[in-house]
């Protein structure tokens, strides 16, 4: 496996930045207030030193990501072509951040599919280390699931083929090639992947402008701009600046209408707790692996790692020209804005509505045929490690063998100080039970990530549906699951 | 990560223990933020022959576990500090000038977060890091407030309603306060025999023709509903169809 580098080493001319030009715009962006004082001449480095910090919050419009085109489509299917490769991202104004990205942006483009169609999404890797791609809570065969021994060589390609045959959900696609994950998320590798159906579309939801993926993820800057990373193993990283779709804290001009709000936490480690204005009512609809049974009215919620949670705003309610703050309450003086919604003046008809009743009825899941608890902890020795059940990830073992079609009870415990995001792959899950207490209405439906809190035992009901074949189930604090905390399974026919 | 070119001044010297007894100081650690404990000192400067000893010094609840590992820095290997309390203590004496960086492998990648850099002699001092290698630490500031403007709760409200008898039908005519879904009820003996929506702002109208409504006496009911759901008081007026 070819050596992993961030993306900054790659760039000749950041070599030519850091020893000339760089030093050079730092000098006349602090110089600029005092020295420009009567001139008329006003330098791009003036207009940027005069400018509010770079990280001051609600400075820039959300962008949103590109939706990718299929390269093809015929019945009942559509086949994309992505790049993954460096690229530069204006995160800071005025600064270039290079990244790696699908298609070289950051967060890469949104694919947007549809139950029943199949999506072929071939990847071409040009970093110069392995890579591949996982498809967070999709329903893929084990050959497309992107396990982090199935990799891309550097100039290969892989097509990932994509059923599309499950229950319309917030999705998203990412890197996974083995003990690298927080470095390369971090430096950009992960996009949203929305998935629609039929029962979605009549309940008449938020569409289109209206219909908003948001991906969070914390991150800390050098002073040309980079990325700046940190390994914490222990605590996973933690950046001083949240970004939502790739923009420090943003604004994001909204009708007086109801909005479909996507919320991802793409952070390496970082948790959430997402409040609006004064604790505003948002309406669950969703979490990440599609509707509730019933829309669940929150006035916070938690949003742990890889974890999605889709809300409906409505923004009727408050006055034209209202600013609201979306705050993370568990957040630093630097990272509790998240981002601020600006309500606008005028109105129109509203076509959308917020569900009052029953979404969907979940199905029933076959009674548990075996009981398993894994324990979650720190191997403290000379090498470090973090273990599921007394065991560091080895990928030529394979840790459970459950039977296609049946499902477990699993009991995730954990006696450590940390958050443990614990995701399957290419399954769900339901909670049956937290040891903290009663499992929250907006986590009941379909899920493949659970946040287990410091000194809690948290059941699941993983049910071993599509698919046979080799999967993975890990901590998504990235920094920990990189650190070995993944095991295997293999779901025999 | 990239220790190796970090280390300046020292290139790969390995510290060797020097029997001469010089001053001994001691590294703890600092977890004042769990979230990035740092070493304390993180940099210090010592005489050839002086030792170091690293401590743990936890304060966190449950204690954090720290190591210390090191490309130059001879032994490190085997202190096993991990999370053991009272930890052991690792010791080096250092005789040759030059600059020893040191890390803890669970809150550092080698040259950030929890690093240190202990100086022995008077080796020239090292080059400015790149603009890359250092942080830009977020200035942001504190978070304002949560809210400007905030809840509608005014309600609309309707005013010179005007109900004109018309050759056919009738006239009503009125003004809202803001903008709001104006319901116009026409009742007659008690019952409702006609409802109409119109959106409106401002002033606005709407026509009734006489097809919709038989000769007789109605009350008419205005009330204006806006976008955050307030609702005008009911005003009403007297029409009568020929």
Redesign the interface.
């Known amino acids: 496996m070819s050596a992993f580098r961030p993306p900054?080493d790659a760039w000749s001319r950041?070599d030519f930045?850091?020893?000339g030009m760089?030093?050079f715009a730092?000098l006349c962006t602090l110089g600029a207030p005092s020295t420009l004082k009567g001139k008329r001449v006003v330098t791009s480095a003036a207009r940027r030193a005069q400018q509010a910090?770079p990280?001051?919050?609600f400075q820039r419009d959300l962008p949103i990501m590109p939706e990718l085109s299929p390269i093809h489509s015929e019945r009942g299917l559509d086949v994309y072509d992505v790049d993954i490769r460096e690229g530069l991202a204006e995160i800071?104004p005025g600064f270039q951040t290079p990244i790696y990205g699908y298609e070289g942006i950051y967060p890469g483009p949104t694919i947007r599919a549809s139950r029943g169609r199949t999506a072929i999404v071939r990847q071409h890797n040009k970093l110069p280390f392995d890579s591949n791609v996982h498809l967070h809570g999709g329903y893929v065969p084990a050959a497309h699931d992107g396990h982090p021994m199935d990799v891309i060589a550097p100039g290969g390609s892989f097509d990932y083929s994509y059923p599309n045959d499950q229950d319309a959900a917030f999705l998203w696609y990412h890197d996974h090639a083995h003990g690298r994950t927080a470095r390369t998320l971090y430096y950009g590798l992960l996009a949203a992947y929305i998935l629609d159906d039929e029962r979605e579309r009549e309940l008449d939801l938020p569409r289109d402008d209206y219909d908003v993926p948001l991906i969070l993820a914390d991150h800390?800057?050098?002073?040309?701009?980079?990325f700046?990373?940190?390994?914490?193993?222990?605590?996973g990283f933690?950046g001083?600046?949240i970004l939502v779709n790739g923009a420090?804290?943003p604004r994001m001009r909204v009708e007086?209408r109801i909005y479909r709000l996507r919320f991802l936490n793409a952070s390496n480690a970082r948790s959430y707790g997402l409040r609006l204005?004064?604790g505003?009512n948002m309406v669950q609809i969703a979490s990440d692996g599609g509707l509730l049974e019933r829309p669940v009215v929150r006035g916070e919620f938690p949003l742990h790692p890889a974890e999605r949670i889709e809300v409906l705003v409505d923004f009727?309610?408050?006055?034209?020209?209202?600013?609201?703050?979306l705050?993370n309450v568990l957040g630093e003086?630097?990272t509790?804005?998240v981002m601020r919604f600006d309500?606008a003046r005028?109105?129109g008809?509203e076509d959308a509505r917020v569900p009052r009743g029953r979404m969907r009825t979940l199905e029933r899941l076959p009674a548990p045929n075996a009981s398993r608890r894994w324990d979650l902890s720190?191997a403290?020795?000379?090498s470090?490690q973090w273990q599921i059940a007394s065991r560091g990830f080895d990928p030529s073992r394979i840790d459970v063998r459950p039977r296609l079609g049946t499902s477990e009870l699993w009991q995730w415990h954990n006696p450590s100080?940390r958050v443990h995001p614990m995701h399957l792959h290419g399954m769900l899950f339901r909670i049956v039970e937290r040891s903290t207490g009663v499992v929250h209405p907006g986590e009941r439906s379909w899920k493949d990530t659970i946040g287990v809190q410091p000194g809690e035992t948290v059941t699941v009901q993983p049910w071993f549906v599509p698919y046979a074949g080799k999967y993975v189930f890990h901590c998504h604090a990235l920094e920990h699951g990189d650190k070995a905390m993944m095991l295997q399974l293999e779901v025999v026919a | 990560m990239r220790h190796g070119s970090l280390l300046l001044g020292c290139a790969l010297s390995v510290a060797v223990a020097s029997p001469a007894a010089g001053a001994e100081v001691t590294i703890g650690t600092n977890e004042t933020d769990a979230v990035h404990p740092v070493w304390s000192p993180a940099t210090l400067t010592i005489a050839p022959g002086d030792s170091v000893q690293w401590k743990l010094t936890s304060a966190a609840s449950p204690p954090l576990p720290h190591n210390v590992a090191s490309t130059t820095i001879a032994g490190t290997d085997s202190w096993n500090f991990a999370a053991d309390y009272p930890a052991p203590e690792g010791r080096q004496t250092f005789s040759t000038p030059g600059r020893y960086q040191f890390y803890c492998t669970f809150h550092s990648d080698g040259s950030t977060g929890m690093a240190g850099t202990i100086v022995v002699g008077n080796p020239p001092p090292p080059p400015p890091p790149p603009l890359s290698e250092q942080p830009f630490p977020n200035d942001g500031g504190v978070l304002g407030a949560l809210e400007i403007g905030g809840l509608d709760r005014t309600q609309p409200r309707l005013r010179s309603v005007r109900v004109q008898r018309m050759r056919s039908g009738a006239r009503i005519r009125f003004s809202v306060s803001e903008r709001a879904r104006v319901t116009v009820r026409f009742k007659r003996g008690g019952k409702i025999v006609k409802t109409r929506h119109l959106d409106a702002s401002g002033r606005a109208g709407l026509t009734v023709r006489g097809k919709q409504l038989r000769a007789g006496r109605y009350r008419v009911e205005l009330r204006a509903e806006d976008l955050a759901g307030n609702r005008s008081g009911v005003r009403t007026a007297r029409l009568t169809v020929r």
Request: aromatic share 6%; hydrophobic share 35%.
């Open positions: 900054a950041r930045m850091r020893n760089g030093s730092l910090s990280f001051a919050p800071l800390a800057f050098n002073k040309d701009g980079s700046r990373y940190a390994e914490n193993v222990d605590l933690r001083d600046t420090v804290a007086r204005g004064q505003r009727r309610q408050f006055r034209a020209g209202s600013e609201i703050v705050e003086q630097t509790k804005a309500v005028g109105g008809s720190l403290t020795g000379s470090v100080d």
